[in-house]
């Protein structure tokens, strides 16, 4: 198999990690005859991919439907021979399509899909998820499925995959306490985190509504940890302090150090009301921190309840409360979810796993 791996994504999320993980994966594939990455030039997947020796081919494009890019893009798998192109994004979808649909490119067309997003809203976005050269899409969860249903007219071509980590980048299980020591914080405080970037479905203001119940009743002495950036990080700072929260709520930013800080957390708390998967639930899963998480999404399919985490009613604060409570009183609840959680990532979302039911469903595509 030639395969070419292609987004149009600028940004860098767990969907843009999937693609490195892939490519690390089928570099001692040895069905994999040559593999490439095409993605823009101005991105951190390119300014990665690079770093890593990986063949990348950038580009440079004004729109999706720029019909200059399609022709070029024809031309370029067919200069690589390649015959599968795994679509990585929407404005990638929309550039494969019409090279196939316009320019004539050949080769099989696999999208993957990781978000929660209905797409029946115009007509050309559920023309080009019904396009016949989209031989298989595959996603994260049933969820994302069910959000793909009423635009998609072949239910047939829909394959679940699930999400993926590399435990090999979590090998710390346990607090050294540089966290406490970082943010001054005494250490006979918990620290109960989330990473997760500040957009709306990430629903922060649960998150900090439980903190403050916590902090209310006081049945638990701990320290309140937020990991990450994005454009709802200063409306949310500012409720914090409307809260009189400030003292208790840490604001870490950005962090490249997430193998590092994980561990340090005694509970992850994940409040997202429409998450895909929830890759950081498999990176707890590899650290062993203990987990409460919202009952929505994709989530269950990730976390069993009272078997590998607790799940909440999502938007809930009270229930938040109440678990995180109930788990960080109980240790042999934690051990036991933690140890499950662990098993339950080793079978079902680690890179090899994942990258063998890709390259299996790419297999297929070839044959269809």
């Known amino acids: 198999m030639r395969l070419i791996q292609f987004t149009a994504s600028k940004v860098w999320r767990g969907h843009e990690q999937k693609i ?77 399509v019409l090279s196939a649909f316009i320019f004539g490119l050949k080769s099989k067309l696999v999208l993957c899909r990781t978000l929660i997003k209905r797409v029946d809203t115009n007509f050309f976005r559920k023309w080009k998820y019904n396009y016949k050269g989209i031989v298989s899409i595959l996603c994260v969860s049933q969820a994302v499925v069910e959000s793909l249903k009423p635009a998609v007219k072949d239910h047939n ?38 990473i997760a970037e500040f957009t709306a479905f990430k629903d922060h203001y649960t998150w900090i509504d439980t903190v403050e ?16 950036k994005g454009k709802l990080m200063e409306e949310i700072q500012n409720y914090v302090k409307s809260k009189n929260l400030s003292e208790h709520i840490f604001f870490l930013g950005f962090r490249r150090d997430i193998p590092e800080i994980l561990p340090e957390f005694d509970l992850f708390m994940f409040t997202s009301k429409n998450e895909p998967t929830g890759g950081v639930l498999l990176e707890s899963y590899a650290c062993k921190v203990p987990i409460v998480a919202a009952n929505a999404g994709g989530i269950p399919e990730v976390i069993v309840d009272q078997h590998t985490g607790l799940l909440a009613e999502a938007g809930n604060p009270r229930d938040f409360a109440d678990k995180v409570v109930l788990l960080l009183n109980d240790k042999t609840l934690q051990n036991t979810l933690v140890e499950n959680g662990n098993q339950h990532l080793k079978a079902n979302f680690t890179k090899d796993v994942i990258s063998n039911k890709f390259y299996e469903a790419l297999n297929e595509a070839l044959t269809n």
Request: some cysteine; aromatic content about 12%.
């Open 213 to 228: 119940i916590l902090v209310k009743e006081n049945k638990i002495k701990a320290k309140y940890i937020l990991v990450g």
């Open 20 to 96: 490195i993980y892939l490519y690390e994966a089928y570099e001692n594939n040895k069905n994999i005859e040559d593999q490439w990455i095409v993605c823009p030039l101005v991105s951190e997947i390119y300014e990665v991919a690079v770093a890593k020796g990986m063949q990348v081919i950038p580009f440079n494009f004004k729109s999706e439907y720029s019909l200059t890019y399609a022709k070029n893009f024809k031309k370029l798998v067919l200069e690589k021979n390649a015959d599968v192109v795994l679509i990585h994004n929407s404005k990638a979808h929309t550039i494969a």
């Open 157 to 194: 071509k829909f394959k679940i995959i699930g999400s993926v980590t590399d435990i090999d980048k979590f090998p710390k299980q346990a607090s050294n306490g540089f966290l406490h020591n970082e943010l001054n914080i005494d250490k006979t405080y918990k620290l109960i985190g989330n």
